[in-house]
């Protein structure tokens, strides 16, 4: 299975809304107290000069200038805020669409699938994570063949143990092999540490 190439839509960014509108609007919120602490220090002088009641140009100069700082930041303000806004959105899903992998392979091995890896994008977050996740499925993939084989190989045993035309000293070999066989499957099986819950089982 070979990592394949997905170019998203911009509306495929939106892969968990819950989490990216609260991490986006929380952002937005630090980032507009910021530019209005950014904005009240610039305008804060010529706010307090235009009710300076003894120099009258004075008070027009600065209202004029205020009013047009107070234009052009509302407009910055506004750029600003979207394209925050569509950042936080584009970064917090590099992380939210690695998890979603996570849990659709978590969803897979828990029926017994192992095929499924995880592949992610190039910018994706997660990475180191994501290989760790492979090399545990190819560990549990190796140790389950290697019980499979044996367990075949106990079957084929058994069988011919069980076979009315085999002589005695075959059948005899064939149990021989098949005890082997099963030892060999209780040891793989040792290596596997379960839950409480499931040793009575």
């Known amino acids: 299975m070979s990592p394949k ?40 002088p010529f706010y307090l000069d235009i009710f300076q009641p003894t120099d009258l140009c004075r008070q027009y100069l600065s209202a004029k200038i205020f009013i047009v700082l107070l234009e052009r930041m509302a ?5 600003l805020l979207l394209v925050a806004f569509i950042h936080q959105i584009i970064m917090s899903h590099k992380f939210c669409g690695p998890l979603v992998n996570f849990v659709n392979s978590f969803q897979r091995i828990k029926k017994g699938d192992l095929t499924r890896k995880i592949y992610l994008r190039r910018y994706d977050y997660f990475k180191d994570e994501a290989l760790h996740l492979n090399d545990m499925i190819d560990g549990l993939s190796g140790m389950i063949a290697d019980i499979e084989n044996e367990n075949k190989m106990l079957v084929s045993s058994l069988e011919q143990a069980t076979d009315a035309k085999a002589s005695q000293v075959v059948a005899s070999d064939a149990l021989m092999d ?14 596997f540490a379960l839950s409480e819950e499931f040793h009575d089982n």
């Open 5 to 44: 190439t997905h170019h998203r839509k911009f509306r495929n960014y939106f892969i968990n809304k819950k989490i990216q509108l609260r991490i986006a609007t929380t952002n937005l919120m630090y980032m507009v107290l910021v530019v209005l602490i950014f904005v009240f220090s610039i305008l804060d």
């Open 75 to 79: 407009i910055t303000v506004a750029l």
């Open 178 to 191: 098949a005890k082997k066989r099963a030892v060999a499957c209780k040891e793989m099986l040792s290596k």
